[in-house]
């Protein structure tokens, strides 16, 4: 088997997630090819796509959610996302067995302890069908049936039980932080029902196409799913099989490129839970394990970094009237430069007309 180094996994990885060069191409296709796009927060999607775009405008990623062609719902690693309308027919209940394992937490046991999950459900499907309801609109509507002190918990945990999609409002440009969400039942929102088995070889090969080459492990990591190393085996006849410098086994598509080690990477600002940075068990390819312990506590409330020939070289925040770069290492002169170019073209998105610092912090 062929081995691949570190820095030709970084910029294969690079080129597969239009990190390498920005590509003119639609919002919708690049979704599409990214499957997912992490919507935890509704802004941090539109800065995704604007470092991977040459051209791309906020009304854009607007017009694909109030259209339907792209929606926001819970998916990969029970998190919110955003994907093709499609895709997501798919990925859901490919995906939806880890979505109701949520369940089992104390926090939704509290809410919807000893109430029949079938009965629950029925009610909740028939209080939504044919509407769209806030969260705190359905809660309350739930508690009146199935009275509990936590409302709020059992619209949260009907979102487990069923498909749901967040209304488009959700998801336009303007808050850093979660807004009010209404729902509404996909397959209505889609006019379309879901797929009624479960894909997981189409999530593994449209996974590679934009992950790639990775392990079983990696995969698994992405998906937020187990047991799909029974997958890749069904699927191994098909593909292309490397090792990486520490002999694990690497699973590619067979027609795919791998990137030339020497390609020139460019210094590109990621939003907060950008999938570059979260989709691989081993994330080494694109961040250090002494740089990813630095972030390891506050990690799941998204942090914002910045790339330096290929690899993570820090985190970058916005604050009142500053955008602030913190460097984890020392920072080169040109580097710097390319960075304080990037902030600015970042600027023009985020806070267009408003005057804001470029402060570099150094370490």
Do not use: C
């Amino acid at each position: 088997m062929t081995e691949i180094s570190l820095r030709q996994l970084n910029r294969t990885l690079l080129v597969r997630q239009m990190l390498a060069e920005r590509v003119s191409m639609p919002a919708g296709d690049l979704i599409r090819h990214l499957i997912a796009v992490q919507g935890q927060e509704a802004n941090w999607p539109y800065v995704g796509l604007w470092t991977r775009l040459t051209d791309f405008r906020h009304e854009e990623l607007a017009a694909l959610l109030h259209d339907r062609s792209v929606v926001r719902s819970t998916m990969i690693r029970r998190t919110v996302h955003l994907a093709d309308a499609a895709d997501y027919r798919w990925l859901y209940p490919t995906v939806r067995p880890v979505i109701e394992a949520a369940l089992q937490a104390a926090y939704f046991r509290e809410a919807i302890g000893g109430v029949d999950p079938v009965e629950f459900a029925t009610a909740g499907k028939e209080l939504l069908t044919g509407r769209t309801l806030t969260r705190t609109e359905l809660g309350r509507m739930l508690a009146d049936r199935f009275p509990s002190p936590h409302p709020g918990r059992l619209a949260q945990a009907l979102g487990v039980m069923l498909a749901v999609v967040h209304n488009p409002e959700a998801g336009v440009w303007g808050a850093w932080r979660n807004r009010r969400v209404a729902v509404t039942l996909a397959d209505e929102w889609l006019g379309a029902p879901l797929a009624e088995s479960p894909q997981p070889e189409t999530m593994v090969l449209r996974y590679l196409g934009a992950f790639g080459p990775a392990t079983v492990a990696d995969i698994q990591a992405w998906a937020g799913t187990t047991r799909l190393a029974e997958v890749v085996a069904r699927l191994r006849p098909q593909l292309r099989v490397y090792r990486d410098e520490s002999g694990r086994e690497l699973f590619d598509l067979p027609d795919a490129a791998l990137a030339d080690p020497d390609l020139p990477a460019p210094v590109r600002l990621l939003p907060a839970f950008d999938n570059a940075l979260l989709g691989h068990h081993d994330r080494t390819r694109v961040i250090s394990d002494e740089d990813r312990a630095r972030i390891a506590k506050v990690a799941s409330g998204g942090v914002p970094m910045y790339l330096v020939d290929g690899f993570v070289h820090g985190q970058w925040s916005r604050t009142g009237t500053a955008l602030h770069i913190t460097p984890w290492h020392p920072l080169a002169t040109a580097d710097e430069a390319a960075i304080h170019t990037e902030a600015e073209r970042l600027l023009s998105l985020m806070a267009p007309g408003e005057d804001i610092k470029i402060l570099i912090n150094r370490p």
